[in-house]
């Protein structure tokens, strides 16, 4: 079975940076697609970016384009969610899961999730 643990969330201010990470763990992890999702107070689970095992290739909701990079180092089986200038919107529990990650419609088939961490963006 693969665990996956996130860490990385944290009190920031609008405008500023996070780095999330999701290591992975247990047979076969280093295989899997993973994906970043988050929840935010209220409202339902979006996947926010997922990335391949294979090829690298990768997916990103359209509202955060240009603010969030998702990367991956094998070697380590890990993933990294890189934020930049983080708004308000943007508080919620990131979780990382493995997936199924098509370039153009995103994660599906998800199966091993983390337990999440809280990204709270508040001045």
């Known amino acids: 079975q693969v665990q996956l643990v996130e860490s990385g969330g944290d009190l920031v201010q609008p405008g500023r940076s996070l780095r999330l990470s999701c290591a992975a763990s247990?047979?076969?992890?280093?295989?899997?697609?993973i994906g970043w999702f988050r929840q935010a107070p209220g409202k339902e689970r979006e996947g926010v970016s997922c990335?391949?095992?294979?090829?690298?290739?990768?997916w990103t909701l359209d509202s955060v384009k240009g603010r969030f990079t998702i990367s991956r180092d094998n070697a380590k089986k890990m993933v990294f969610l890189q934020m930049s200038s983080l708004e308000p919107e943007d508080t919620a529990v990131y979780y990382c899961?493995?997936?199924?990650?098509?370039?153009?419609?995103?994660?599906?088939?998800?199966?091993?999730w983390g337990n999440g961490t809280l990204v709270t963006v508040s001045s």
């Open positions: 899961a493995t997936v199924r990650c098509s370039r153009w419609y995103g994660p599906y088939g998800m199966d091993y």
């Open positions: 247990g047979p076969g992890s280093d295989y899997y697609a």
């Open positions: 990335i391949s095992s294979s090829d690298g290739s990768t």
